[in-house]
């Protein structure tokens, strides 16, 4: 997964040098480094796998039936004759991608809005916040089922689901951020700099943004987070692209033929365990970002 | 607080139910689908009707839910209606009215949800500004961990491992329905503990994987709020560790996590959505699950618009709260 | 209950278009009368030898129940009259509790078949009729391993080998040995709408239906048992005999329409004027070949997808919509393809072929009646079926007739029959015993407690001695 750059960005930010100093606090900081190292692993899994595997064996009808783990087919293969490694690798890229388009457009458009929202206050502060606050409560996945289910199948695909599931997704880091700049516009540091006659600007991307990164990466992480739920639970009312191998739709595929209960194990618990993977690295990245982005309780341990 | 910021935030509540009714009114509408066609049709599939009357039956239903007049009539009688909160008839339950499914679902999510989403939302911030509080025992820091890693597990993941281990394998708890069956509803100790056995899994499922989520911006906010002057200035003035993490740290924690109180509910509602539907019980979002299915559209709007109602009602209130939990916004 | 009664029913039916057999009745019945107390007279328009069958049978799960005329007819509009127990009723059961969760019926103690000696009390005193609202059938499965239920919808081969194996006790239509089920009347198809484009050409027909491999359906879905078919009726005694006849062996040497052939199916694909493209699909003014299989999640959740795939490896551009749309998409007969089955033939193959007859076929634009998705329109086939439709089904005419349109029917691939449909139903013996089987037939095939045929099932039942 490519949203490892994240953190390494933000060291480069913070402790401009090198590799040796990145490792180093890595070492201390071991919940950041293990989500790392998923994500990290994760990552080399799924572009390995893509150069290796056939990718027409992660659909139909291409390999053995509702055979277990073995050699031949190291996770096994589905009812319907996908051989899972190919289905995994295939639909942790397709997850990704999702994850990482709806959550970065989603970031983005916060972030920027948010920010605006907050820091000039006034005509602009109310638009946005109204705007946002109108639309925050609506319940955006019913929104989604809707249009999702109003859609032509041909229509549904990878990208459209990605658009479905951002096109509502940005007010929740709007106003996260907005209530972090309003709260930090009331500090100390922000009051002591505006005193001392630094610019708008100035006092944006040198005091405010650096205080605000772990919100901006934990938005970022809550975004990947909903946006890979969202995708899922579409896939769930068979409102997806039926026939990818997208991780919700291969635990779907085998929810709706009783994989459990029949003893197909694998079939389920495999992309439900490469969930847990993604979202719990997130999560461990996202408590590591927190520490790496406040400089004082870096000071004190 | 002034009478002029009273109505303005009832004025905001009004707005964001006017703007789902406008969103659920229209969507539907810029598809060329038909959802009465289509209901009807499914009847006919599964023998209600005969073929060649069901186009008679289309356009009687179709005048009766106002479709036949034009676009811009039908969009302020469907605004008048929200206002009495009448989302008109189920068109797979008629001549049930939606309202009257939501109503008979409600008590079943409410209790469901309610207590499932105070509990994780206790267990998660204790366990949150717990994880980011350096004085701390390492042993009750980690033990965030392990919810935070559940958060990536989908409810229905949870909800099926549940049910075959605790269920089907060790026989402990009943495998679903919202009491046993045969039973009649009575008000007696032994039905309500029916009623809570069968409770047990699916409010497990959900608390479960939801925990993880109110640890992890818990421990965000608390980083931030540790390092702030006053923290450090009140170790100095030499007040004891527990009266710090109370009232200087806790409590200034807690703002941004109460604000996601209000929109955890539209997140609860779907994974009730997946736990209700595993475990066969007919709250909310088995209904919604149903509708769908059926395509029963003012089932699924009234729904939509009634969980916003719900959200909106709750943010409005905490809007009033908030210059409460917050000295220094109530300054301003 | 009187003949009156069954003369108000009738004529109900003649009366109100919403009711299910108004069609036939308005067709093809002159008129009703009650000559006494038990004898009714039906005048016809014309020769009906299929109507008592047809219409008067209870199949199809269903049939007309006749109705009360004493209580209905003070009803302001009888189709719409509460039922329940508002309703008077003949049945066994007064329903006591109905809500979301359950249905609980209890015992009449005044039941009129044990008054009359025609039946011993049932044993069963009370009916609970549990709803599992969306619960998925592995945990459908799992309650009744659990022998928390005694029986249930019918479950798909999988499922049902699979309780039958962890719970020793619970038994299906067939005991332990596949296929589990009994031979439902609903043959699946892969209908087309035969007069649009690209589907108006029997050519392109025909290489749909030669990518459909059927002894790789038997194999991936039913372990082998072999369910798939190349009829659009299922195979009950008469009709299987029907298709065994040398008449129709012959069509079916002739048309081959079980036949699985990539090659030929390409060779018409280009002979139709398709190419394939970068991504090996069929291609036509740059657009790929629209083959998304509407079809039904619930029921199709495990063919649909892999006739998708076996079109897909075929060059089509297929996909599956499990959409709430689907029906509705069959009805107004858009582009696709359509997973439906044949609600017709029982005993002789009329109504299924009288399903493809020209003069149901409506306009594209018109909706197509239940069934009558192909629109297919051949004078040809149609003088052929008006030819059979007065005869007697065991009449040679008949019979040659008969094989002689479901020749054309394969000739032109007028849909791709594709399974046979069965009813597996699984019955848990640990608090009752005595459920249907194949070796306890009882007081009917139609072992589901949902047809009317159900409550049969349920009087019948002994207590095993369980507690």
């Given at each position: 997964m490519a949203n490892i750059t994240m953190p390494t960005d933000d060291q480069s930010v913070r402790q401009p040098g090198t590799a040796v100093l990145i490792l180093r606090y890595l070492r201390r900081n071991k919940g950041l480094a293990l989500g790392v190292i998923i994500l990290l692993a994760l990552f080399l899994f799924t572009v390995i796998g893509l150069l290796v595997i056939n990718p027409k064996h992660a659909y139909p009808l291409s390999a053995g039936l509702k055979q277990p783990p073995s050699l031949k087919y190291p996770f096994g293969t589905d009812f319907f004759g996908r051989n899972l490694l190919a289905a995994m690798v295939v639909g942790m890229w397709q997850t990704a991608l999702i994850g990482l388009l709806a959550g970065g457009i989603g970031t983005l458009v916060g972030v920027v809005l948010g920010f605006t929202s907050a820091y000039f206050g006034g005509w602009i502060d109310s638009t946005i916040r109204t705007i946002c606050q109108i639309l925050t409560p609506i319940p955006v996945l019913l929104i989604q089922v809707v249009v999702a289910g109003s859609l032509d199948k041909r229509d549904v695909t990878i990208f459209t689901m990605a658009l479905i599931v951002a096109m509502l997704a940005w007010m929740g880091p709007t106003l996260v951020i907005r209530a972090q700049v309003m709260t930090m516009k009331e500090r100390q540091f922000v009051a002591v700099a505006k005193l001392s006659g630094v610019s708008d600007m100035g006092i944006i991307f040198r005091e405010i943004l650096p205080n605000l990164l772990p919100f901006i990466a934990a938005a970022f992480v809550g975004q990947v987070f909903s946006a890979v739920f969202a995708s899922f639970y579409l896939a769930v009312l068979g409102l997806g692209p039926l026939r990818e191998p997208l991780l919700g739709n291969i635990i779907w595929s085998a929810q709706s033929q009783g994989a459990f209960f029949n003893g197909w194990w694998w079939w389920p618990l495999e992309p439900a365990f490469a969930m847990i993977l993604i979202l719990g690295a997130l999560a461990l990245v996202n408590m590591g970002l927190d520490e790496l982005a406040n400089p004082r309780i870096r000071k004190s341990e | 607080m002034n009478i002029k910021i009273i109505v303005k935030r009832l004025l905001f509540f009004v707005l964001v139910v006017w703007a789902a009714s406008t969103i659920v009114f229209f969507i539907p509408r810029l598809s060329s689908r038909n959802a009465i066609r289509e209901r009807f049709g499914e009847l006919a599939r599964s023998g209600g009707f005969s073929p060649g009357d069901i186009e008679k039956l289309i356009a009687s239903m179709q005048q009766q839910f106002g479709l036949d007049k034009p676009m811009l009539e039908q969009y302020w009688q469907y605004l008048g209606n929200i206002m009495r909160l009448d989302f008109g008839y189920s068109l797979s339950k008629y001549p049930t009215t939606a309202t009257e499914v939501i109503a008979q679902a409600l008590p079943w999510t409410i209790g469901l949800l309610l207590v499932t989403t105070v509990l994780s939302f206790v267990i998660g911030?204790?366990?949150?500004?717990?994880?980011?509080?350096?004085?701390?025992?390492?042993?009750?820091?980690?033990?965030?961990?392990?919810?935070?890693?559940?958060?990536?597990?989908?409810?229905?993941?949870?909800?099926?491992?549940?049910?075959?281990?605790?269920?089907?394998?060790?026989?402990?708890?009943?495998?679903?329905?919202?009491?046993?069956?045969?039973?009649?509803?009575?008000?007696?100790?032994?039905?309500?503990?029916?009623?809570?056995?069968?409770?047990?899994?699916?409010?497990?499922?959900?608390?479960?994987?939801?925990?993880?989520?109110?640890?992890?911006?818990?421990?965000?906010?608390?980083?931030?709020?540790?390092?702030?002057?006053?923290?450090?200035?009140?170790?100095?003035?030499?007040?004891?560790?527990?009266?710090?993490?109370?009232?200087?740290?806790?409590?200034?924690?807690?703002?941004?996590?109460?604000?996601?109180?209000?929109?955890?509910?539209?997140?609860?509602?779907?994974?009730?959505?997946?736990?209700?539907?595993?475990?066969?019980?007919?709250?909310?979002?088995?209904?919604?699950?149903?509708?769908?299915?059926?395509?029963?559209?003012?089932?699924?709007?009234?729904?939509?618009?009634?969980?916003?109602?719900?959200?909106?009602?709750?943010?409005?209130?905490?809007?009033?709260?908030?210059?409460?939990?917050d000295p220094r916004i109530r300054a301003n | 209950m009187t003949s009156k009664d069954v003369v108000y029913t009738?004529?109900?039916?003649?009366?109100?278009?919403?009711?299910?057999?108004?069609?036939?009745?308005?067709?093809?019945?002159?008129?009703?009368?009650?000559?006494?107390?038990?004898?009714?007279?039906?005048?016809?328009?014309?020769?009906?030898?299929?109507?008592?069958?047809?219409?008067?049978?209870?199949?199809?799960?269903?049939?007309?129940?006749?109705?009360?005329?004493?209580?209905?007819?003070?009803?302001?509009?009888?189709?719409?009259?509460?039922?329940?127990?508002?309703?008077?009723?003949?049945?066994?059961?007064?329903?006591?509790?109905?809500?979301?969760?359950?249905?609980?019926?209890?015992?009449?103690?005044?039941?009129?078949?044990?008054?009359?000696?025609?039946?011993?009390?049932?044993?069963?005193?009370?009916?609970?009729?549990?709803?599992?609202?969306?619960?998925?059938?592995?945990?459908?499965?799992?309650?009744?391993?659990?022998?928390?239920?005694?029986?249930?919808?019918?479950?798909?081969?999988?499922?049902?080998?699979?309780?039958?194996?962890?719970?020793?006790?619970?038994?299906?239509?067939?005991?332990?040995?596949?296929?589990?089920?009994?031979?439902?009347?609903?043959?699946?198809?892969?209908?087309?709408?035969?007069?649009?484009?690209?589907?108006?050409?029997?050519?392109?027909?025909?290489?749909?239906?030669?990518?459909?491999?059927?002894?790789?359906?038997?194999?991936?879905?039913?372990?082998?048992?072999?369910?798939?078919?190349?009829?659009?009726?299922?195979?009950?005694?008469?009709?299987?005999?029907?298709?065994?006849?040398?008449?129709?062996?012959?069509?079916?040497?002739?048309?081959?329409?079980?036949?699985?052939?990539?090659?030929?199916?390409?060779?018409?694909?280009?002979?139709?004027?398709?190419?394939?493209?970068?991504?090996?699909?069929?291609?036509?003014?740059?657009?790929?070949?629209?083959?998304?299989?509407?079809?039904?999640?619930?029921?199709?959740?495990?063919?649909?997808?892999?006739?998708?795939?076996?079109?897909?490896?075929?060059?089509?551009?297929?996909?599956?919509?499990?959409?709430?749309?689907?029906?509705?998409?069959?009805?107004?007969?858009?582009?696709?393809?359509?997973?439906?089955?044949?609600?017709?033939?029982?005993?002789?193959?009329?109504?299924?072929?009288?399903?493809?007859?020209?003069?149901?076929?409506?306009?594209?634009?018109?909706?197509?009646?239940?069934?009558?998705?192909?629109?297919?329109a051949n004078p040809e086939y149609d003088a052929l079926l008006d030819a059979i439709a007065p005869l007697d089904s065991s009449d040679p005419k008949f019979i040659s007739g008969a094989a002689k349109a479901l020749g054309i029917y394969w000739r032109d691939t007028i849909d791709v029959p594709v399974i046979q449909w069965l009813h597996r139903i699984p019955y848990n013996n640990h608090f009752w015993k005595n459920w249907p089987s194949s070796t306890n037939v009882g007081l009917g095939t139609n072992g589901a407690f949902w047809a009317h045929t159900g409550m049969l099932v349920i009087t019948g039942l002994q207590p095993s001695g369980a507690k």
């Open positions: - | 911030t204790l366990l949150g500004a717990v994880a980011a509080w350096p004085k701390a025992p390492s042993w009750l820091r980690g033990l965030a961990t392990p919810f935070i890693l559940l958060t990536g597990v989908p409810p229905v993941i949870m909800g099926i491992l549940l049910l075959f281990f605790i269920g089907f394998r060790l026989k402990w708890l009943p495998l679903g329905g919202a009491y046993s069956a045969g039973i009649v509803p009575v008000w007696s100790w032994s039905f309500f503990l029916d009623l809570m056995e069968h409770q047990i899994l699916p409010a497990l499922a959900l608390i479960l994987g939801s925990v993880g989520g109110w640890v992890l911006s818990m421990r965000g906010m608390g980083i931030t709020i540790q390092g702030e002057d006053y923290v450090n200035f009140a170790e100095h003035k030499g007040l004891t560790g527990g009266r710090i993490f109370r009232d200087y740290y806790l409590r200034n924690a807690l703002l941004p996590q109460v604000t996601g109180l209000a929109l955890a509910l539209g997140t609860v509602i779907t994974s009730a959505v997946i736990v209700e539907g595993l475990f066969g019980l007919p709250g909310i979002g088995t209904a919604l699950n149903l509708a769908i299915r059926a395509n029963d559209f003012p089932v699924i709007y009234g729904i939509v618009i009634f969980i916003t109602i719900a959200i909106a009602a709750l943010m409005t209130i905490l809007e009033f709260v908030y210059p409460l939990l | 009738f004529e109900g039916q003649i009366k109100y278009d919403t009711l299910p057999y108004h069609i036939q009745f308005a067709d093809q019945v002159a008129s009703v009368t009650a000559k006494d107390d038990l004898t009714i007279e039906l005048k016809f328009k014309a020769p009906s030898p299929r109507f008592k069958f047809e219409v008067l049978t209870e199949k199809f799960d269903t049939g007309i129940p006749i109705v009360p005329a004493g209580y209905l007819s003070g009803q302001a509009d009888p189709t719409k009259a509460p039922g329940r127990n508002d309703i008077p009723h003949s049945g066994p059961y007064d329903i006591v509790a109905w809500n979301t969760n359950q249905k609980i019926y209890n015992l009449r103690e005044d039941w009129w078949a044990v008054k009359a000696g025609r039946m011993a009390e049932p044993a069963v005193k009370r009916v609970v009729i549990v709803n599992i609202l969306n619960q998925p059938m592995d945990t459908v499965a799992q309650r009744i391993v659990n022998n928390e239920f005694d029986s249930s919808v019918d479950m798909r081969a999988q499922i049902i080998g699979n309780i039958l194996q962890q719970n020793p006790e619970v038994q299906s239509w067939t005991g332990t040995e596949s296929p589990y089920g009994y031979l439902d009347w609903w043959p699946n198809s892969l209908w087309m709408n035969d007069k649009l484009e690209p589907y108006s050409d029997p050519n392109v027909r025909k290489a749909i239906s030669l990518a459909v491999n059927r002894d790789q359906i038997n194999e991936v879905l039913y372990e082998g048992a072999a369910i798939a078919t190349i009829y659009p009726f299922p195979l009950y005694p008469n009709l299987k005999a029907f298709a065994d006849s040398p008449e129709v062996k012959a069509e079916e040497a002739k048309y081959e329409p079980g036949k699985y052939d990539l090659d030929e199916s390409a060779k018409l694909m280009e002979g139709a004027g398709w190419a394939k493209n970068g991504d090996g699909l069929w291609e036509k003014d740059g657009k790929t070949f629209d083959a998304t299989i509407q079809a039904f999640e619930n029921i199709h959740g495990d063919i649909a997808p892999i006739l998708a795939e076996m079109l897909r490896q075929a060059g089509f551009d297929s996909n599956v919509n499990f959409g709430t749309d689907a029906y509705q998409n069959m009805v107004d007969g858009k582009a696709g393809l359509y997973m439906f089955g044949h609600g017709a033939s029982l005993f002789d193959p009329f109504e299924a072929l009288n399903l493809f007859h020209g003069k149901y076929s409506n306009a594209i634009g018109s909706s197509a009646g239940n069934n009558r998705f192909s629109r297919y």
